[in-house]
């Protein structure tokens, strides 16, 4: 059983989310609401939950502003927003996942599942996302950090440092400065979609990589890309043009 809170300064807000969960969710039990940073933070105290949806701009604050305030966060997050695609993107990178308002089922749905099998693998690096996510939120211009997660817990990265990433099967294959490999268990369409805004490009079916890493270009079928690390990797020749575009 998912032991959760949910902490939104709207009523109507609350009862919906509520109502959605336990029409839809015999393993999420609703412990308790709250209408704010204080009394959310009383909730957290009292119930010791393991989910916490979680309204972003509140009247007397923020969402960040109560997670700010606890000394530990042994819970995961769930960040039900109305606002804009940045706020969104920086929750992707760094919280377990996202609502937006008015919430859709399917949406609650997907969130949901997926966070009943990754649970508990997910436990032992909490705390330390969801300090990323604060740490992050607020920064001018980009996200610097992202979290990787693996069989053993997750890595944290700056995303500057990586050079590309690849696509295994239902693996993908973080390949950073230093020759450094972090792998984890995400399918690379995934990362495709967060990364596209922050300087990567998928070059071919099976390789996304940063364009601030590459070197050169040599021309082909669809040619091939010098990488920083020495590598050479293949342009799909259906995504040759648009690649070339982003150094015109």
């Known amino acids: 059983m998912i032991k959760a809170i949910i902490i939104d300064d709207e009523k109507d807000a609350r009862f919906v989310l509520k109502n959605l969960i336990e029409k ?3 393993s999420v039990k609703i412990q308790a609401e709250a209408d704010g940073i204080d ?3 009383k909730a957290i105290k009292e119930h010791q939950p393991d989910l916490v949806f ?3 701009q509140m009247r007397k604050g923020t969402g ?3 997670l700010k305030k606890l000394d530990k966060i042994n819970f995961e997050v769930i960040f039900v927003t109305a606002y804009n695609q940045y706020a969104v993107d920086a929750f992707k990178f760094s919280a377990f996942g996202y609502l937006l308002k008015p919430i859709k089922t399917r949406e609650l749905k997907e969130v949901i599942s997926k966070l009943e099998t990754q649970l508990k693998i997910l436990k032992s690096g909490i705390n330390q996302r ?3 996510l604060v740490e992050n939120y607020g920064i001018q211009g980009e996200i610097q950090k992202l979290i990787i997660n ?3 817990g997750f890595q944290v990265i700056q995303i500057n440092n990586i050079i590309r990433l690849e696509g295994d099967r239902n693996y993908t294959h973080f390949i950073i400065e230093n020759g450094k490999k972090v792998t984890t268990s995400k399918n690379l369409g995934e990362y495709e979609e ?3 805004s922050y300087g990567f490009f998928r070059i ?3 390789t996304i990589i940063s364009l601030r890493h590459v070197l050169g270009y040599q021309k082909g079928d669809g040619g091939r890309v010098e990488m920083t690390d020495g590598k050479s990797v293949k342009v799909s020749r259906y995504r040759k043009t648009e690649f070339l575009e982003r150094f015109s």
Request: net charge negative.
């Open 130 to 132: 969801l300090k990323v």
């Open 54 to 56: 979680l309204d972003i």
């Open 39 to 41: 009394t959310g933070i």
């Open 194 to 196: 967060l990364l596209n």
């Open 64 to 66: 960040f502003d109560l």
């Open 204 to 206: 071919h079916q099976s």
């Open 150 to 152: 693996n069989i053993d």
């Open 24 to 26: 839809n969710f015999n």
